[in-house]
């Protein structure tokens, strides 16, 4: 079945570097997506990586997929407070364009 | 261009009562899709309509049901309400069906069941 994984917190310093990880199960996945929720909003879509890359870069985000063992990272570079949010990737089973799969999502906290 | 607008943003029913949840997309914008959020159970799929047809559905009861209509303006109805139903609904918009076509997440319609 499909199920995809993160790890629940992530604390870094302003000005770090911060990187959110996912595991996902499906094979046939052929996009990947990072979202941004922030309190009392919707989600908002960051970047994606079709599974025939291994890299994406995107400002201060990078995208890293490992399609071998089914693992995806988000780098977000000099990370500020206003990037303090929970983070959900998602994948996309080939044929349902639609219907996203999300990870339950991490907690990145900022500190100054 | 205003973004995805959902009604009402918060909602407190009854065990029993029946609920509409309204999600206005992007104006040209065909497909909208519903996703439930709990802290369990975390983000799972509802149902995907497109040109007022139902595309996908999500692995929920059949007590929870949607429409869409001309205007891409889409409902979702849920009867019969549990305790468990208590969520925050939130539905997407897109141009198209095309994975690369971006969702737009509306705030949500906070549901809580007593």
């Known amino acids: 079945g499909e199920d995809v994984e993160q790890s629940l917190f992530l604390s870094v310093r302003e000005g770090d570097s911060s990187v959110i990880n996912c595991t996902y199960t499906?094979?046939?996945?052929?996009?990947l997506y990072w979202y941004k929720q922030e309190p009392g909003a919707g989600l908002q879509l960051l970047t994606y990586i079709f599974s025939n890359m291994d890299m994406k870069q995107d400002q201060r985000l990078t995208v890293l997929l490992n399609k071998k063992d089914k693992h995806l990272s988000l780098r977000i570079a000099d990370t500020q407070t206003g990037d303090s949010a929970i983070y959900f990737c998602a994948e996309c089973p080939s044929g349902s364009a639609r219907q996203l799969t999300f990870g339950s999502g991490t907690q990145l906290t900022v500190l100054p | 261009k205003a973004g995805v607008t959902q009604t009402p943003r918060y909602l407190i029913k009854t065990r029993g009562q029946q609920v509409t949840l309204s999600c206005s997309p992007i104006s040209g914008h065909r497909s909208v899709s519903w996703y439930q959020q709990t802290p369990g159970q975390g983000l799972q799929f509802l149902f995907e309509?497109?040109?007022?047809?139902?595309?996908n559905k999500g692995n929920f009861p059949g007590r929870f049901s949607g429409r869409q209509f001309s205007n891409s303006r889409s409902e979702m109805n849920v009867s019969t309400l549990e305790l468990g139903d208590s969520a925050l609904y939130l539905c997407?918009?897109?141009?198209?069906?095309?994975?690369?076509?971006?969702?737009?997440f509306g705030p949500g319609t906070r549901l809580t069941v007593l």
């Open positions: 997407a918009s897109s141009g198209g069906r095309q994975p690369t076509d971006t969702q737009y």
């Open positions: 309509y497109f040109s007022e047809t139902q595309r």
């Open positions: 499906d094979s046939s996945s052929t996009y």
